[in-house]
């Protein structure tokens, strides 16, 4: 089974950008969709950007124009570039592909 670990978060200035990984431990090619979700603490978690096999790609309105979500098949990796960060872009991110969730890594917009 594909296992998923994030990387990438820290700490960040707002108007800063930061680079989350994702990498799976199997072959990804054959997943339809995965995702980048976020948890954010007391809220509910929530989808940041999803992108099918296709590279079809589709955002969460508070992000549009600021992430950008891709991915690489031959490396099993897949990426969300955020841009712009504001604080309420705090939370911890996830991502998923098919029904298996990565274990999470947290992003901190802040002066």
């Known amino acids: 089974q594909v296992q998923l670990v994030e990387s990438g978060g820290g700490l960040v200035q707002p108007g800063g950008s930061l680079r989350l990984s994702c990498a799976a431990s199997?072959?990804?090619?054959?997943?339809?969709?995965m995702g980048w979700y976020r948890q954010a603490p007391g809220k509910q978690r929530e989808a940041v950007a999803t992108?099918?096999?296709?590279?079809?790609?589709n955002y969460a309105d508070s992000v549009k124009g600021r992430f950008t979500i891709s991915r690489d098949n031959a490396k099993n990796t897949m990426y969300l570039q955020m841009n712009s960060l504001k604080p309420e872009d705090t939370a911890v991110y996830y991502c998923?592909?098919?029904?298996?969730w990565g274990q999470g890594t947290q992003v901190t917009v802040s002066t």
């Open positions: 998923k592909a098919a029904n298996i």
């Open positions: 199997g072959s990804i090619f054959r997943i339809l969709v």
């Open positions: 992108i099918t096999e296709s590279s079809m790609t």
